[in-house]
């Protein structure tokens, strides 16, 4: 098997709008296409930020809640590769969103932080 790449991430948010504020206005990502899936009662969004990482957003009614902490099995989080991971944290909280500390990766002597989305899903932020 020879894999060329991740194609993209797909998120459930349990409000709609909010998400897609959060992932274009505040995040940056263009809009690439919208559709509403009348058979589902779903939106679906697909969304490109900097450097061709694509997110798929969708709505569903009711969405259950996904537990992120204590530290639950399944995908943990995304983590976006960025030159300077304090200046970036500085415009995440300059635009109101919430982020943990930065810190040092200890194996890797890399800095990186935690940001979360609306729906309190953790996002890293990781020096390239």
């Not at 993209?8 to 995040?27: E, N």
């Not at 940056?28 to 900097?50: A, C, F, P, Q």
């Not at 957003?57 to 530290?71: H, T």
């Not at 909280?93 to 990186?112: F, I, P, Q, S, Y």
Request: proline fraction near 5%; hydrophobic fraction near 40%; charged fraction near 30%.
């Amino acid at each position: 098997m020879r894999f060329l790449g991740v194609h993209h991430v797909a998120i459930i948010a349990t409000d709609y709008a909010r998400s897609k504020i959060f992932y274009t206005d505040i995040l940056g990502g263009t809009v690439l296409d919208e559709n509403y899936r009348g058979d589902r009662d779903s939106w679906k969004l697909d969304i490109e930020l900097t450097g061709g990482i694509r997110i798929e957003l969708f709505s569903f009614p009711d969405p259950p809640v996904r537990p992120s902490r204590p530290e639950a099995a399944g995908l943990r989080h995304l983590a976006l590769a960025v030159e300077d991971v304090a200046a970036t944290l500085g415009a995440l909280r300059a635009r109101g969103v919430r982020t943990e500390e930065l810190r040092t990766d200890e194996h890797t002597g890399k800095h990186m932080a935690f940001f979360f989305d609306p729906d309190d899903l953790p996002l890293e932020l990781y020096e390239a």
